[in-house]
T-cell receptor, first 112, second 112 residues
Framework: KQEVTQIPAALSVPEGENLVLNCSFTDSAIYNLQWFRQDPGKGLTSLLLIQSSQREQTSGRLNASLDKSSGRSTLYIAASQPGDSATYLCAAAGLNDYKLSFGAGTTVTVRA | NAGVMQNPRHLVRRRGQEARLRCSPM?????VYWYRQLPEEGLKFMVYLQKENIIDESGMPKERFSAEFPKEGPSILRIQQVVRGDSAAYFCASSPSPREAFFGQGTRLTVV
């Protein structure tokens, strides 16, 4: 059974600092890994999707890396802004089933 | 192209009543997932459906819960005889292919 862990559970940084969010998974047989953002009381917004054959994906200030052999993915957010404050969730999609296994998320606060 | 539409956004039910949660996938999407999110917890997989078929319901409680995705109309998650422990946010996601997810805004169920 896939277990996904996100550490730390919460993070507070001053505006302008770079953010590094970690995601680890126990089963390296993944189809893809996705990063989502969730604002309080809202749904999930897809940020980046990395296929298992890829090492990283970039979108604007966001960059996500994937290392299947070590069971890790990292989301980097450059030059953080108060609008980046949210909970960030990673999810691993299984090779042998169709479900996404989610981590509990990292709640980020960017202080102005 | 409208996003995934879930309704109602908020639902209050008394113990013992039935809850029906609706999810209209994005146009062209034939895959639907349902997830449940409890306070301070991550998203837990419930069920994965394709048009008219349940593909994986391994996350669904054995009793009181059912899901369908008919040929026409929205996907429905049905909870019979609700109990206080069913209070949670229920999220639907759709995709054009397995293992991706575009989420709706969720239905927040409160059982009183």
């Amino acid at each position: 059974k896939q277990e996904v862990t996100q550490i730390p559970a919460a993070l507070s940084v001053p505006e302008g600092e770079n953010l590094v969010l970690n995601c680890s998974f126990t089963d390296s047989a993944i189809y893809n890994l996705q990063w989502f953002r969730q604002d309080p009381g809202k749904g999930l917004t897809s940020l980046l999707l990395i296929q298992s054959s890829q090492r990283e994906q970039t979108s604007g200030r966001l960059n996500a890396s994937l290392d299947k052999s070590s069971g890790r993915s990292t989301l980097y957010i450059a030059a953080s802004q108060p609008g980046d404050s949210a909970t960030y969730l990673c999810a691993a999609a299984g090779l042998n089933d169709y479900k996404l296994s989610f981590g509990a998320g990292t709640t980020v606060t960017v202080r102005a | 192209n409208a996003g995934v539409m879930q309704n109602p956004r908020h639902l209050v039910r008394r113990r013992g009543q039935e809850a029906r949660l609706r999810c209209s996938p994005m146009k062209g999407h034939s895959h639907v997932y349902w997830y449940r999110q409890l306070p301070e917890e991550g998203l837990k997989f419930m069920v994965y459906l394709q048009k008219e078929n349940i593909i994986d319901e391994s996350g669904m409680p054995k009793e009181r819960f059912s899901a369908e995705f008919p040929k026409e109309g929205p996907s429905i998650l049905r909870i019979q005889q609700v109990v206080r422990g069913d209070s949670a946010a229920y999220f639907c996601a759709s995709s054009p292919s397995p293992r991706e997810a575009f989420f709706g805004q969720g239905t927040r169920l409160t059982v009183v």
